[in-house]
């Protein structure tokens, strides 16, 4: 029961985080937001066609730039924090307790492509064809209903209490290795490390293991005065850390070849906001004789996807996987992961064979008449973009949902707001290697024929969709490694 409001605030404004504070951000910006459309005096007059259009005041300009600012502080917080937040509520200590993490992170993300899809298609309908500040307000007051479902919970949930700063104990742990650099390795770590009594009631105890050595020098104790009397403390933990503080550092070190698998998958998933788009414009979008799809709602189908599987995967595979497996969760968290990456790079060759197609049809039979910006639309239906789009949504249903939990899991408890924030790095980075690029293939191909030409009928888009297959590839032998590498969080090591 104390779910249902964690649950309810995730698919209507994932507006969670263990303190609630981001709350006073997210709710003014969409609010703001609101306004710059609704109050005559905060957006420029309307102009008809062929007018000549005001522009914005600088006071205009400030409230809009003022609303982003509210959004983007309180989506960094409440993104990190709300998955972990909400995994926090179940006991790891208990059969139940861990089936039912494993199945939150599941739910979480069904309620966010839900949302998601209902943005995607109810709210930007009523924007475009209704009224942008009825289509602006349906969120806003989604969010307020989202804060007080939120705020009805507070005393049903599990809050762990914080133990410090866990950044601070990182880099305690590299200026003591650094100090101690020109000692020798130890000859017994059981021995010869500092590893006093642990006392902790949230963090896990780990054990020693052997990889990245050079940190255990951080854990030698070099002399008597390193240690307080009763040898519980160091003197100064700037000279001296614990084998626990080293290994959580390990932890970190080991996720981060992992964790570099998904830039590169992520270049795959951003094209179906991007290139897909384009596409879509150049081919045929009828849907019977009168309605037309919009190309920007393409992305829907991936969602569809996503939406449609989890339950799906959850409910019937999951419970048949364990007894194949004898895994909680039917399958390893790198195992998902894997097929996430494998499905991303079908998806890009069903891309580029779908576009090689798209565009000989554009340039060898009768086209339907030409886009905005004067590019011919081809006579192959859109709707043979949808396989592939649906492909990658459940690539994504593999590989972003097992990535949170595998950060959740693998990283210190105490770090798990970063474990949060580690998936949606992933995601920025991958957009910044995307536009990384498309800007060598413009530098590149631009003084012959332009793969990536604004007129996609001049261009050779089905070669790049090759080139992201190509690394794909790349990616799939390099998560291998990784994943064959990875030490899992508690692993013994000698």
Same mark, same amino acid.
């Given at each position: ?15 969670l ?7 006073w951000?997210?709710?003014?910006? @969409?609010?703001? /937001?609101?306004?710059?459309?609704a ?50 509520q ?37 924007q475009?064809? &209704?009224?942008?500040p ?90 008597p ?20 503080q080293?290994?959580? &550092? ?25 290139? &897909? ?12 004789? *009168? ?11 991936? @969602? ?39 499905l *991303? ?5 069903? *891309? ?25 639309? *081809? ?5 043979? @973009?949808?396989?592939?789009?649906? &492909? ?5 249903a ?16 105490? @770090? ?10 992933n ?22 024929s ?6 996609l009928?001049?261009?050779? /888009? ?21 994943a064959k590498?990875?030490r ?7």
């Amino acid at each position: 029961m104390m779910l249902a409001p964690l649950v309810l605030v995730g698919a209507v404004g994932q507006l969670l985080d263990s303190e609630g504070h981001f709350y006073w951000n997210v709710f003014p910006g @969409m609010f703001l /937001l609101t306004m710059t459309a609704a109050a005559d005096g905060l957006h420029p007059a309307e102009c008809g066609v062929g007018e000549t259009c005001s522009k914005a005041t600088s006071g205009q300009f400030a409230v809009l730039f003022m609303s982003f600012a509210f959004l983007v502080l309180g989506s960094a917080g409440i993104r990190p924090c709300s998955m972990p937040f909400g995994a926090d509520q179940f006991d790891p200590h208990t059969e139940s307790g861990k089936r039912g993490i494993n199945s939150f992170f599941n739910w979480y993300y069904f309620t966010f492509t839900s949302a998601m899809l209902v943005s995607a298609t109810v709210i930007i309908y009523v924007q475009s064809n &209704v009224s942008w500040p009825i289509g602006l307000g349906i969120p806003t007051a989604l969010m307020l209903l989202a804060c007080v479902l939120f705020f009805m919970g507070t005393r049903l949930y599990v809050r762990v209490t914080p133990e410090g700063s866990p950044f601070t104990s990182i880099v305690q742990v590299f200026a003591a290795a650094a100090r101690k650099r020109s000692l020798k390795q130890p000859k017994d770590p059981k021995q010869d490390l500092f590893d006093p009594p642990h006392t902790s009631a949230i963090v896990t105890k780990l054990a020693h293991t052997d990889q990245f050595r050079c940190l255990d020098k951080a854990a030698i104790v070099s002399g008597p005065d390193d240690v307080r009397a009763g040898g519980a403390a160091p003197s100064n933990p700037w000279r001296l850390c614990s084998v626990q503080q080293v290994e959580e &550092v390990k932890c970190l070190i080991r996720i981060v070849p992992v964790w570099s698998t998904g830039i590169i998958y992520y270049v795959a998933v951003v094209q179906q906001s991007t290139y &897909v788009v384009l596409s879509a414009l150049q081919s045929d979008r009828h849907l019977g004789r *009168s309605f037309q799809i919009p190309a920007a709602s393409f992305t829907v189908f991936a @969602m569809l996807a996503q939406t449609l599987w989890i339950p799906i995967y959850d409910r019937l595979l999951v419970p048949r996987l364990r007894r194949v497996t004898g895994k909680d969760e039917g399958l390893t968290l790198l195992q998902r992961q894997g097929i996430g990456i494998a499905l *991303s790079t079908v998806a890009m060759v069903m *891309s580029a064979v779908v576009e090689d197609r798209r565009r000989h049809i554009a340039l060898t039979q009768p086209t339907l008449g030409t886009t905005i910006t004067g590019g011919a639309i *081809s006579a192959m239906s859109s709707l043979w @973009m949808v396989p592939q789009l649906m &492909v990658l949504g459940l690539s994504e249903a593999f590989n972003l949902i097992s990535q949170i939990e595998f950060y959740y899991k693998e990283i210190p408890e105490h @770090m798990r707001s970063v474990a949060g924030a580690l998936a949606f790095c992933n995601l920025a980075l991958g957009n910044y290697l995307s536009g990384f690029l498309v800007t060598i293939v413009h530098r590149t191909t631009g003084a012959g024929s332009n793969w990536l030409a604004q007129d996609l009928n001049k261009g050779r /888009l089905d070669l790049f969709y090759w080139m992201i297959a190509g690394i794909g590839i790349f990616n799939i032998i390099y998560f291998m490694i990784c994943a064959k590498w990875y030490r899992f969080k508690g692993a013994a090591a000698n």
